[in-house]
């Protein structure tokens, strides 16, 4: 019984010399006028991987197609502003979530085409550029490096036939996604 108590007021002792150690060596002392003390210290910190997308607006409505759009197969449309902010690499992309467009009748006899696929919209980040067509993978928009500012306008042109988009109410949902491997 007394090894047991003698043990634990030896740890006990141990604990203390090592707590007033470490206080110890955490002060300073000055004396006299003018007096002044200083330590060295230091603080440390990780910082992770910091991304952020912001976007111009959130939907586009595209430019409703005229007689001459039908006969040059295509319109033009100005997309969102896409601002990204990173502190590393980054890449955006862009899908389409669906192969179809959405597609809702709006004249009686002709109903509107369901079939219509995402690979009728186009993209670019040019307006005279080369376009891409839209697919349910994602596809490189635009790359860059540690940033505080890196806008890129989205263009579209919208792919038309007289014979298969008949009159209707039509829509898509696209993914943007901003990655930072």
């Known amino acids: 019984m007394i090894r047991v108590r003698l043990g634990a ?3 006990a002792t ?3 010399v090592s707590m007033a150690t470490s ?10 006028a003018p007096a002044n003390c ?17 976007m111009s607006a959130g939907s ?11 006969d040059a197969g295509f319109n033009a449309t100005t997309g969102p502003t896409l601002t990204v902010r990173a502190n590393a690499p980054w890449t955006l992309s862009l899908r389409a979530v669906a192969a179809t467009w959405t597609a809702t009748n709006t004249s009686p006899g002709a109903p509107a085409r ?3 696929p995402a690979a009728d919209l186009k993209w670019s980040t040019a307006s005279n550029g080369s376009f891409s067509s839209l697919t349910t ?4 928009l ?20 007289w014979t298969l988009d008949t009159p209707g109410n039509y829509s898509m949902s696209i993914v943007l996604t901003l990655t930072s491997p």
């Open 60 to 70: 586009t409505a595209l430019t409703a197609p005229t007689p001459a759009d039908f």
């Open 114 to 116: 369901t079939t219509k």
């Open 142 to 161: 635009v790359t860059g490096s540690a940033t505080a500012s890196n806008a890129t306008t989205l263009y579209f042109q919208t792919l038309y036939s």
């Open 9 to 11: 007021i030896m740890i």
């Open 23 to 32: 206080i110890a060596s955490a002060q300073c002392t000055a004396s006299g």
């Open 38 to 54: 200083g330590l060295p210290g230091s603080v440390s910190m990780t910082a992770g991987r910091v991304v952020e997308l912001q």
């Open 137 to 140: 993978s994602d596809a490189n």
């Open 14 to 16: 141990l604990i203390g």
